[in-house]
């Protein structure tokens, strides 16, 4: 054949073939492939293989900032839609699933699911927005028990229990031995590293009586990690279990510190990080408003009479943060968790965490958990309601906050790696003056005035004296002793003081002890709810309901609004996951809170927690 002949052959049968091969694969123009290394120098890689393959720019075997190497995926605008980690463990479990390297467990204290949704719109891409788009989402998912308070919502969250098993009743409650008020995570054994430890302070899980999801991947693999971060101590305990660690803000000092239960001295990195102090960092700003002026026309407006004057943070935007200090202190340490900048303080020790723990990087090639409780949400409705306008800004800067952890992740360990899931401790009321402005049936409870007012009761029917001893949310206390020394019937006493509460202003129903105890609960959804929120040996006796809209709490009016009750507002929080190796994107309906934990440790393929009620949410699973 000749030399000419035998290129035309050659060169038809190469068009026959780039022809075949043409939509699955082919190499890239000159343009295509400047502007896919210029998108590639963008998320800090560079190298590699590229071809264009399936209507997409494919990268292999890119080395990115940390060195690692790795898959990427670029959209016809070379905008990144994938970033695979080589050594991601795809594929390498049971029924041919991966198991995440790091669970990022998202609790934002106080966040009922309305709040999530209402200011969809102004969330970036990459924050909310991943989980709501991207990941799974079930707009119906409440707790089932009755008392939405921080502690019994952190209890439950990574438990999956309800709180007659786990025992966190409240935040407090009376101590049956002592008779004296507990805090849910005080334990007087257990101290703080390297500062003061003040009457009840969270320093141990002691009082959590069952395991969560994070106690149970340590039983499986000692190795993984699990840290717990939260701005209360409560929340953080809650989230550690009995075997990880928690991390809690101080008031005192700024820092986020713990106890000797966890550790006998701090490690390295906790130690360099604050040697400089960044707790001050945020000393000589303010709060003013994130977005335009207009964004905020859903929310109502700010300084309204019955925000309340607290730590020094005023009434109206701008907000100082400093509470009142002149130098960094124990008042501007307080007071600016009360604000946004408590959020932005956690987020610079969780990059610190992450990098000193080197989180999803185990090298043991097991799975580590890191349970964050943002605080400043709840501190914000708290004082101004969910209704304000506080509230919407502070979710917002929340929402870039997120984004700017999840790109950091990716950054660090490629979010095709992670398994991010979002949830709220309770939800919150609007405060009780708006609702009754808006014409609702709405007020306060005292909860002092209510047992002196039952006492008296109680006394004209039974001869003087102080049968109700306590209050502690939402449970009163009887004097059983004080029953049997005067030979009455404790039923009687009970029913009593059940009929002249049930009258009570802003109360909605009673329940008594021996009604709990004997099943003679009405079987109604309410009663529902009291009993999974009742522990026999832990709870008080006679658990008072309040209406909707009116707000019952220890401190009557220090607080503008609050939560704690069984109505939806304070039992609808977010539920949502994201992870596209787990996670099938969707909205979904109904579901429980304990239904998530329940679904992580199924996806980390360990034992369910012991006192778990929460099933697998299968539907939002790939
Ligand atoms: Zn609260």
């Not at 921080?150 to 209890?155: D, I, L, M, Q």
């Not at 991010?420 to 005035?449: C, Q, V, W």
Request: overall charge negative; proline content about 5%.
């Amino acid at each position: 054949m000749e030399g000419t002949t035998m290129r035309a052959v050659l060169i038809s049968l190469a068009f026959i073939l780039s022809m075949g091969t043409a939509l699955a694969d082919r190499p890239l123009t000159q343009e295509e492939s400047e502007r896919l290394n210029a998108a590639l120098k963008q998320e800090g890689c560079s190298g590699g293989k590229m071809e264009f393959d399936d209507g997409k720019f494919e990268v292999d075997n890119a080395v990115c900032a940390d060195g690692k190497t790795y898959d990427l995926d670029f959209d016809g605008s070379f905008r990144l839609i994938k970033k695979k980690s080589e050594n991601a463990q795809n594929g390498s479990g049971p029924a041919g699933k991966t198991v995440p390297k790091l669970v990022l467990f998202l609790v934002v204290d106080g966040f009922p699911q309305d709040q999530l949704v209402k200011y969809y719109d102004l969330y970036g891409d990459r924050g909310f927005k991943l989980l709501l788009d991207k990941g799974g989402w079930f707009g119906n998912n409440h707790y089932s028990h009755a008392t939405t308070y921080t502690s019994v919502g952190h209890a439950t969250l990574l438990s999956c229990a309800h709180p007659y098993k786990h025992g966190v009743v409240g935040n407090d409650w009376i101590d049956k031995n002592t008779g004296k008020r507990l805090y849910s995570t005080e334990d007087a054994r257990f101290k703080y590293l390297d500062e003061d430890t003040p009457e009840h302070s969270g320093t141990s899980p002691f009082n959590i009586k069952v395991t969560t999801v994070g106690d149970e991947l340590i039983y499986a693999n000692a190795k993984s990690k699990v840290i717990a971060i939260g701005g209360k101590d409560r929340s953080a305990i809650g989230l550690a279990g009995q075997y990880g660690t928690a991390y809690m803000h101080s008031a005192t000092t700024g820092r986020f510190i713990t106890s000797d239960y966890y550790m006998k001295e701090y490690p390295g990195w906790w130690k360099a990080f604050y040697e400089s102090m960044p707790q001050n960092k945020y000393f000589k700003e303010s709060w003013s408003l994130l977005l335009p002026e207009e964004a905020y026309a859903r929310s109502v407006s700010d300084d309204r009479p019955w925000t309340r004057k607290y730590k020094e943070l005023g009434t109206r935007f701008p907000h100082p943060i400093v509470g009142g200090a002149k130098e960094p202190s124990k008042a501007y340490y307080d007071a600016m968790m009360w604000s946004p900048f408590g959020d932005l303080l956690m987020f610079d020790f969780v990059k610190a965490a992450i990098e000193g723990e080197n989180l999803g990087s185990n090298p043991a090639g097991v799975a580590d958990i890191l349970a964050l409780s943002w605080t400043s949400h709840d501190y914000v409705n708290h004082l101004f309601g969910p209704e304000s306008r506080q509230s919407q800004d502070q979710t917002a800067r929340l929402d870039r906050i997120f984004a700017e952890l999840f790109d950091y992740l990716d950054k660090r360990i490629g979010l095709e790696n992670v398994l991010i899931t979002l949830s709220a401790d309770h939800g919150f009321m609007n405060i009780p003056e708006y609702s009754a402005s808006r014409n609702l049936d709405a007020g306060r409870i005292d909860p002092d005035k209510m047992i002196e007012a039952t006492n008296a009761a109680l006394s004209e029917k039974f001869g003087e004296g102080k049968y109700i001893t306590a209050w502690w949310n939402p449970n009163l206390y009887v004097d059983y002793k004080l029953i049997t020394s005067r030979k009455l019937n404790k039923v009687e006493v009970e029913n009593a003081a059940q009929e002249f509460l049930r009258d009570y202003p802003g109360v909605e129903a009673v329940f008594t002890r021996t009604q709990m105890e004997q099943g003679l609960m009405p079987a109604t959804k309410l009663a529902k709810q009291v009993i999974l929120a009742w522990h026999q040996k832990i709870s008080g006796d006679i658990v008072v309901m309040n209406k909707p809209n009116w707000y019952l709490f220890a401190k009557p009016s220090t607080y503008a609004s609050t939560h704690g009750s069984p109505w939806s507002y304070d039992t609808n929080v977010p539920l949502a996951m994201y992870g596209p190796n787990w996670i099938k994107p969707g909205k979904y309906g109904d579901s429980e809170v304990v239904d998530l934990g329940r679904t992580i440790a199924f996806l980390l393929n360990v034992r369910p927690p012991n006192a778990c009620e929460g099933r697998v949410l299968s539907e939002a699973l790939n």
